[in-house]
């Protein structure tokens, strides 16, 4: 008989003494586990070393040389792909080869293409390709004969992976000797021989020009291989048949019309390819005015074709097609409803797809859509609550945003309860993206306010991180600037938060808020104690913050100043300097307006309660609510400008802000004021990012003495080209603007070695009388590559009103020939003469851009005495141009964010500021309207000033 088989128990054997033998004890199981654990432990003590980690080049090129070995070759390959492989390592860590080692490396390899075997012939391609790139072309010719080689021969691989490498490293030389080869490769039987032809083609189309006029003349053959019944050949063929006909839009044209209507494209991403490019020809046609302006079925032959190809498309068997024919139409700006709607409908059934990455795209498409369309969007409400309980957080979020955006004003109430429960267990991330979604929410339902800031507010009191918190306290702001209804519940939220709130920050930006809005709400007196409380239980900065809001509360509201001077006098023996100085101008302010305008508390009786604010004149109003009448950086800027000017310095009389020279705002101060209006405490709370120190243009100006005794320079432009970058003599202007001169300074580079430039100067012409030449400063001599300045003055007559004038310039000095080398003289010099572009001094250029704080407040203040009313017919296809044209025209500065233009295609509203010289401040209120089928856009702008002939100087600048 058998002995009894242990094959159900191996370890049935392996027991010690005393053990019964048959089925797995606990002592032998214990034992194995144990015996395993520590052999995995002895493992992982193992120290890992790379095969490649001390490797020298020496030591590689030295066994490299087996490459030249035949019988190496055929008989161990395996040794050669090992050599190889380490070739490649030393030149991914920046050991590279040599022009003579790479020469014997590559004759090395040449040799490595009698071995049939596959893997080390791939090597041999990896190794031809990535060492190309780095090394001389003359070394990597030298294997380009066994590639054309491979690329005619049997093997499809081998062909295939040839077509590849060669792509790499043949110029257009070479590409038409082998021309007829890479043409039958796009149309051979092979699949991976075709495609490999068509990417190749493609890279190469891309690499040069040169490159790219060869592989056009391939069109037939490309076409031909979009007929492939290989679905990859078929992508590769579309790629390139577009790329190829990229320049020409009616190609393009007929390229998408002859695969939508034939529908020969069976690769699922050919057809993806198809409706990409489908849809950006759609957003070209209606880019440049082709389309109708109402249904797409409307429009053009091109935009119904297209259209109806992509609502095709979304019955399509493949996932990816539908997605993208959805999402092409989705992206279509100023569509209908009724053309939304077949996109709309595949994107709801798309929200049932089991993959996860369908849905997070589908609802990506859909958040993006409700912004414009929220109504079309409605109708998957259903199916958006049920993601809410996804799985992915990502899809999730995007289901909570768009229901907030598509939502009814009846369903706030439950999508808040829904929303409760779905924030406590995200992220901070997708909390913001939230919090922003709700605040829209707010804008849209206004008269739901109290619910939706009182379930903001909730969360402030929650566990979260900084930029959480932030985010719901800018939304409150948000919601109080755009719905003032808000303002006084939202300040007892914010008040309430900072009684706990851990971020400083917050805390300061709040209590600033506090002093801002919190004096004019109806009952003022409730926020003191809020105040107060941060004054004694916080940190210095928090502090500081406290006495400045009670300081403005005490400015504004008098009847509270005994009380407000009470909490604000223990301030001064505060530890901390900023604290106490705070609280010392104040209580100082606040006593000396209390003496000098004492309060009077209306009588019990009184019929008529008069208002609670400072008198004309009060102190305290005027030093702690008063803004300055610039920023603290432009008055560091000013004060720089006015110390440069020499005859600034020489006058006896005091500095004020008057006296100052006005300066221009920078362009990252528009972008600062810019975001401040956009998100509120966000701007504010984003840390400065340190800046670097602007050259005063004016200073070359300055340091001539004859032309610093013509005073102070109101405004320096721009340089402009008076010639090409690539001529002989480059030659730019900067016009510095004064009260009754011009200086132009011309910047004039020498880029001929072999001469070099004496007496320099521009002369200028014009036939307009409101300028004219009063003197010139020569450059002494340009040698070569020097840049030097040259400068005439324009003397202006203040008789004749402001306009657009024309000057011809013409380049004078006398030219000395010199040894490139040593720059010594060659000859006699001779007089020459060089003709400029035409200089042009328009009204603009007397115009400081210069923004005020409240523009409303300037306009009304301003008056309509001298102001000036035009109306214009302009020549723009859009707003966006036309409004960048009235800036450019008038010179000035946007306010209040109005220099970007809102889509929807509404009457835009421009206000614009300004300083004329002469420091006459200059406003302007602008309508830019789109004029309908006729084309173009209607201006309508209203202009004031101090003076009249001013305001009709800037509004005939448009004319």
């Known amino acids: 008989p058998l002995p009894p088989t242990t094959m159900a128990d191996p370890y049935a054997q392996q027991g010690g003494e005393g053990e019964e033998?048959?089925?797995?004890?606990?002592?032998?199981?214990?034992?194995?586990v144990q015996l395993m654990a520590d052999k995995f432990k002895a493992e992982d003590d193992e120290v890992y070393v790379s095969p490649y980690a001390y490797l020298e080049k020496a030591a590689v090129l030295q066994e490299a040389r087996c490459f030249n070995d035949s019988v190496v070759v055929r008989e161990n390959p395996r040794k050669c792909c090992t050599v190889i492989a380490q070739l490649l390592h030393l030149q991914n860590t920046g050991q590279f080869l040599s022009s003579t080692e790479a020469t014997e490396v590559f004759f090395g390899v040449t040799k490595l293409f009698m071995s049939d075997d596959a893997s080390l012939r791939r090597m041999v391609y990896l190794f031809i390709k990535e060492v190309a790139e780095t090394c001389n072309p003359d070394d990597v010719?030298?294997?380009?004969?066994?590639?054309?080689?491979?690329?005619?021969?049997?093997?499809?691989?081998?062909?295939?992976?040839?077509?590849?490498?060669?792509?790499?490293?043949?110029?257009?030389?070479?590409?038409?000797?082998?021309?007829?080869?890479?043409?039958?490769?796009?149309?051979?039987?092979?699949?991976?021989?075709?495609?490999a032809a068509l990417v190749s083609a493609t890279h190469l189309f891309n690499a040069a020009p040169e490159n790219a006029v060869i592989v056009r003349r391939w069109i037939g053959e490309t076409q031909e291989a979009t007929a492939s019944p290989n679905d990859m050949v078929q992508f590769h063929a579309i790629q390139l048949m577009y790329q190829i006909k990229s320049t020409d839009r009616l190609a393009i044209s007929k390229l998408v019309q002859q695969f939508s209507q034939k529908n020969t494209l069976r690769s699922p991403l050919a057809?993806?390819?198809?409706?990409?490019?489908?849809?950006k020809l759609l957003l070209d046609e209606i880019a440049q005015g082709r389309s109708s302006g109402g249904s797409i079925q409307d429009g053009s032959p091109i935009m119904r074709g297209g259209y109806n190809f992509l609502v095709s498309c979304l019955r399509h068997k493949e996932d990816m097609v539908i997605y993208e024919a959805a999402r092409a139409i989705c992206s279509l700006p100023n569509l209908e409803p009724q053309d939304l709607?077949?996109?709309?409908?595949?994107?709801?059934?798309?929200?049932?797809?089991?993959?996860?990455?369908?849905?997070?795209a589908t609802m990506k498409t859909l958040a993006s859509i409700a912004s414009t369309h929220p109504r079309v969007v409605s109708k998957c409400n259903e199916d958006l609550e049920t993601l809410i309980a996804d799985a992915n957080r990502s899809v999730a979020t995007l289901a909570i945003t768009t229901l907030l955006k598509t939502g009814s004003e009846n369903s706030i109430d439950r999508l808040l309860k829904q929303i409760s429960a779905f924030l406590t267990d995200i992220a901070d991330e997708y909390k913001i993206t939230v919090v922003k979604s709700l605040q829209q929410l707010c804008f849209t339902y206004p008269s739901r306010?109290?619910?939706?800031?009182?379930?903001?507010?909730?969360?402030?009191r929650e566990e979260g991180g900084f930029d959480f918190k932030r985010s719901i306290v800018t939304g409150i702001v948000n919601l109080m600037k755009q719905i003032p209804e808000t303002t006084e519940s939202s300040l007892l939220h914010l008040c309430e938060f900072i009684e706990d709130c851990e971020f400083t920050m917050l805390s300061t930006q709040i209590l600033n808020l506090l002093g801002e809005m919190g004096p004019s709400t109806s009952a003022p007196a409730r926020y003191i104690r809020f105040i107060y409380n941060r004054v004694i239980l916080e940190n210095s900065a928090v502090r500081a913050a406290a006495i400045n809001a009670l300081a403005k509360f005490a400015a504004q509201c008098p009847s509270l100043r005994p009380s407000i001077l009470t909490l604000m006098k223990p301030g001064l023996l505060d530890e901390d300097d900023e604290t106490r100085d705070r609280a010392s101008l104040a209580v100082k302010a606040v006593e000396a307006a209390m003496a000098e305008f004492p309060y009077a508390a209306p009588a019990d009786d009184a019929e008529e309660v008069p208002a609670d604010e400072p008198q004309a004149g009060d102190p305290a109003a005027f030093l702690l609510l008063e803004s300055m009448p610039m920023s603290f950086d432009k008055l560091?800027?000013?004060?720089?400008?006015?110390m440069s000017a020499p005859a600034s310095m020489e006058t006896a009389e005091p500095i004020t802000f008057s006296s100052l020279p006005i300066l221009e705002d920078l362009p990252e101060e528009e972008e600062k004021v810019e975001e401040a209006d956009q998100s509120g405490i966000d701007a504010i709370a984003a840390p400065a990012s340190p800046e670097k120190e602007k050259a005063d243009p004016a200073a070359v100006v300055y340091a001539i003495p004859e032309l610093a005794a013509l005073g102070r320079v109101f405004r320096s432009t721009k340089p402009v080209p008076l010639t090409e970058s690539e001529t002989e003599y480059v030659v730019e202007c900067v016009k510095h603007v004064f009260e009754e001169h011009i200086v132009l300074q011309f910047i004039v580079q020498n880029t001929i070695d072999d001469q070099r430039l004496d007496n320099v100067t521009v002369a200028v012409e014009s036939d307009a009388g409101i300028f004219e030449a009063a003197g010139e400063i020569a450059a002494e001599q340009i040698k070569y590559g020097d840049t030097v300045n040259c400068f005439t003055v324009l003397q202006r007559n203040m008789d004749e009103p402001?306009?657009?004038?024309?000057?011809?310039?013409?380049?004078?000095?006398?030219?000395v020939q010199v040894d490139p080398a040593t720059g010594e003289e060659e000859g006699e010099g001779f007089e020459e003469e060089?003709?400029?572009?035409?200089?042009?001094?328009?009204?603009?250029?007397?115009?400081?851009?210069?923004?005020?704080?409240?523009?409303?407040?300037?306009?009304?203040?301003?008056?309509?005495?001298?102001?000036?009313?035009?109306?214009f017919s302009l020549q723009f296809k859009n707003q966006e141009d036309a409004v960048a044209a009235v800036i450019a025209y008038l010179g000035m500065q946007p306010c209040d964010g109005t220099g970007t233009v809102k889509p929807g295609g509404k009457p835009h509203m421009l206000h614009l500021s300004g300083v004329f010289v002469g420091g006459r401040s200059v406003l302007a209120r602008a309508q830019i309207a789109l004029q309908g089928e006729a084309g173009g856009v209607i201006l309508k702008i209203a202009v004031r000033s101090e003076d009249e002939g001013v305001s009709r100087m800037v509004a005939d600048c448009i004319s």
């Open 21 to 32: 033998e048959g089925p797995l004890s606990m002592n032998a199981m214990l034992k194995e």
């Open 141 to 195: 010719i030298i294997v380009t004969s066994s590639l054309t080689k491979d690329m005619t021969c049997d093997v499809d691989l081998y062909r295939a992976n040839a077509l590849r490498v060669l792509a790499r490293i043949i110029d257009a030389a070479m590409l038409g000797a082998i021309e007829r080869y890479v043409k039958q490769a796009i149309v051979d039987s092979s699949g991976m021989v075709s495609s």
């Open 271 to 279: 057809v993806t390819c198809l409706v990409r490019y489908t849809a």
């Open 341 to 360: 709607s077949p996109a709309i409908n595949a994107l709801q059934q798309a929200l049932s797809s089991p993959k996860p990455s369908m849905r997070f």
């Open 449 to 460: 306010h109290r619910v939706i800031v009182g379930f903001l507010s909730n969360f402030l």
């Open 636 to 642: 560091e800027r000013s004060m720089k400008a006015y």
């Open 802 to 815: 402001l306009a657009s004038s024309n000057f011809n310039c013409e380049l004078h000095f006398t030219v």
């Open 834 to 871: 060089y003709p400029l572009e035409d200089l042009e001094i328009s009204t603009s250029d007397f115009m400081a851009k210069v923004a005020v704080g409240d523009f409303r407040k300037s306009w009304e203040t301003m008056g309509n005495g001298n102001e000036v009313l035009e109306k």
